[in-house]
């Protein structure tokens, strides 16, 4: 993360750290503090009062009602009345009269703009759905709006004067669009949204541009009394998709996207993260941004400038207490993460590309940072979807499950179910070797134990233990035996596992898709059938599996305890990716089958009947009665 510093603070001088103090910098300090607090109370009690800030108009309701926007000439006076009980107050040379709406869409989205800040009220994506689904939900709106109203809409203006930003985003802005329009008033994109506000020595233009993809452009302008003023655009308050905040919406704390936020960024080519607990509020930082970025699992808010050199980002952290149960609205308040960020030039004229929408793998790498050489040829937003060093795995992976998906198997329950399968039979052969190691250690076990039995007489650190060492590693040459070999082969499935969770974890196509009686494959499992099958498959494996060596008691504690283990942690996480590793068990269990039926299983199990009746008396059993040899299931 690069320095973060907040402009209009000015750094302390030498001597004021903690380890430079002493007795006159104290008393200093508190004569300094105490002339400071005299001056601001002779400021407070001097100042003229200010006049009473008119009062709000009703804003008009934005649910799919678009007003047709009054196109006034900019030089005309508003006919905004004066502050009641101010006589001959300023009135704004640019205004508009009252609130009004303006939408504009393409294939992708619908927004809804009000011309009361210029900011956004609604940004709709036409593809996706919240939580109802497409059958009884409604399409997503990217703005969260309880968060939105208590901290601010997106494309608002973030200044380091709250004065000016109350202004600024509390005006009516005059608008003027271009481009054709639908039957309904909205505008159609290719087209272009100009607001344009001036009053009381504050000239502010926002000028937005739409294509027929994801991305706006944005311009802005501000001066005060002719002045050019540094004017950030910010998206302030998290996403659509963070249903936690609304109290009709009863999703699961494991559904939570609050707790999924981040604040990405690229300066440099070099892309970096954090996630929402280390991220600080209204912290700023210039340094040569390609782009910066508020994103959750599946939705992301980029932020792209036409000038990285001249790049200022402004991060915003805040909290809106929530239930600790959507169930019960009484129960214990805990604070959820809302993400924001506002970006600008520090020349004070903004120019920003501003991508909201999915982490669609193809989609984010179309869309490219501002390069060296001034054209869009940078980075891409494709490492918003974060795999980490898993990339080089989880990507293919991934680009195999679309395939599938767009060639033959249109459902992404069931290219889970195929691509699963083909992993598990690539990891057939590493299963076989590790079972034929097993095996070659079985066979010389009965050497070991002559020469552990042979220098059981000395003690742990007496040197001639040595030896014994020697001599194991002398036999274990000779008959080719690798004391890994039955872990080695296995290691390469850990980062194919990791990567695998990564993939169905981050895809957004697994958002609200369908399986049988999964109506999201990104949730977890509403019946919990997937969960329980694990638990029963897994511990099948278990049982079938040999386990020479292995004392019986611990065998059955494995056996029960892993499956219950993993089975509730899958419990809570998405669906998809309980089908995997349900679908795996499957295979693991059909394969262990097929290996117990086969020469080295048979083998495996005669060795260890063999060895466990070595450990017992002749002809007792462990409770004193006749000893009953019992192999494991084939």
Known sequence: MPEIHNPNLSSQGPGGGPAGGSGG???????????????????????????????????????????????????????????????????????????????????????????????????????????????????????????????????????????????????????????????????????????????????????????????????????????????????????????????????????????KSQFVWSIDGRQDSQSAARVSNDNTSEAAYQYAAVSDLYFTAAFLPDAPARTSVVTLHNAIEVPSDPGNANSEKKPANLLGLAMGDTSGDTRVRIYAGPKAMETLASIHAIGNDGKPDGPSLEPLIQYGWLTIIAKPLYLSLRFLYEHGVPNWGWAIILVTTIFYLAMLPTRLMAMKSSLKMMRVQPQVDALKKKYAHLKINDPKRSEMNTEMMDLYKREGVNMYGSCLPMLPQIP?????????????????????????????????????????????????????????????????????????????????????????????????????????????????????????????????GPQKMVQARR
């Not at 990791?498 to 977890?524: C, G, I, K, M, N």
Request: hydrophobic share 40%; charged share 15%; aromatic share 12%.
């Open 25 to 259: 910098d104290m008393r200093g300090m508190l004569a300094f503090t105490l002339l400071a607090l005299l001056v601001l109370f002779a400021f407070q009690y001097f100042k003229p009062k200010p006049p009473e800030p008119a009062q709000p108009m009703q804003r008009q309701s934005q649910a799919g009602q678009q007003t047709q926007p009054q196109q006034q000439g900019s030089a005309t006076q508003s006919s905004q009345a004066a502050p009641p009980g101010v006589s001959g107050a300023p009135q704004p040379a640019i205004a508009a009269t009252s609130e009004t709406g303006t939408t504009i869409e393409n294939e992708w989205f619908r927004i809804t703009f009000s011309n009361r800040g210029g900011e956004v009220r609604h940004w709709i994506l036409k593809r996706y759905y919240d939580s109802g689904g497409a059958k009884g939900g409604h399409l997503l709106d990217l703005v969260q709006p309880q968060a939105a109203a208590k901290f601010g809409y997106p494309l608002s203006l973030f200044t380091y004067d709250s004065g000016l930003t109350s202004q600024l985003n509390g005006a009516l802005y005059q608008v003027s669009a271009s481009g054709s329009r639908t039957s309904s008033g909205a505008y159609i994109a290719p087209g272009a949204l100009t607001f344009r506000y001036a009053g009381n020595g504050v000239d502010v233009t926002k000028i937005f541009h739409f294509d027929s993809s994801y991305v706006v452009t944005a311009e802005t302008r501000l001066t005060r009394n002719g002045e050019p003023v540094r004017a950030l655009l910010s998206w302030p308050a998290g996403l659509g998709d963070m249903e936690e905040f609304d109290p009709s919406k009863k999703s699961p704390p494991s559904a939570w996207m609050s707790t």
């Open 496 to 624: 194919l596992f990791f990567a695998y969770f990564r993939v169905l974890e981050y895809a957004v196509e697994l958002r609200q898709a369908h399986w049988f009686w999964l109506t999201d494959l990104s949730a977890p499992d509403p019946t919990h059938i997937l969960p329980g099958f694990i638990i029963v498959s897994m511990f099948l494996t278990q049982y079938m599996t040999p386990s020479p060596g292995m004392d019986p008691a611990q065998r059955r504690m494995m056996a029960f305890m892993m499956p219950v283990i993993f089975g509730f942690t899958l419990w809570q996480y998405a669906s998809g990716l309980a089908l995997y590793w349900a679908v795996g068990n499957i295979i693991s269990l059909l394969m262990q089958v097929f290996i117990n039926r086969s020469h080295i299983g048979k083998e495996m199990h005669a060795l260890a009947v063999k060895r466990a009746s070595k450990k017992l008396p002749p002809g007792q059993s462990k409770k004193g």
